[in-house]
């Protein structure tokens, strides 16, 4: 049973910083990618940056390009997200995500992430 487990959301004031942590466990993680994606109030579940496990390739919506950086931890099943220059369109609930990655090219698309973890609200005032 594969787990995700989200924490470090919390309350930033505008070029603020924050770093999320994703704790994964309940398989090997070394043919999957993972993700972040976020969700604001009234709005589609989006993309925000993407790893893959075993080479630690890295993926980024345009919106954060520059600002955000995701990265992994092999030794603790971890995955991070440190958030940059907070702006407060950034304000959602940040999911982590899991997929199988064998032969994608594409990480992007929610609907192919099988797990997902509970959420962690992060709120960025102006």
């Known amino acids: 049973q594969v787990q995700l487990v989200e924490s470090g959301g919390g309350l930033v004031q505008a070029g603020g910083s924050l770093k999320l942590s994703c704790a994964a466990s309940?398989?090997?993680?070394?043919?999957?990618?993972m993700a972040w994606f976020r969700q604001a109030p009234g709005k589609e579940r989006e993309f925000v940056a993407g790893?893959?496990?075993?080479?630690?390739?890295?993926y980024y919506a345009d919106s954060v390009k520059g600002r955000f950086a995701i990265s992994r931890d092999g030794a603790k099943n971890t995955v991070y997200l440190r958030l940059n220059s907070l702006k407060p369109e950034d304000t959602a609930v940040y999911y982590c995500?899991?997929?199988?990655?064998?032969?994608?090219?594409?990480?992007?698309?929610?609907?192919?992430?099988?797990?997902w973890g509970q959420g962690t609200q992060v709120t960025v005032s102006s």
């Open positions: 995500a899991a997929r199988y990655s064998s032969g994608a090219t594409d990480y992007t698309g929610r609907n192919e992430y099988s797990y």
């Open positions: 790893i893959r496990w075993r080479d630690a390739n890295t």
């Open positions: 309940g398989r090997t993680f070394s043919t999957y990618a």
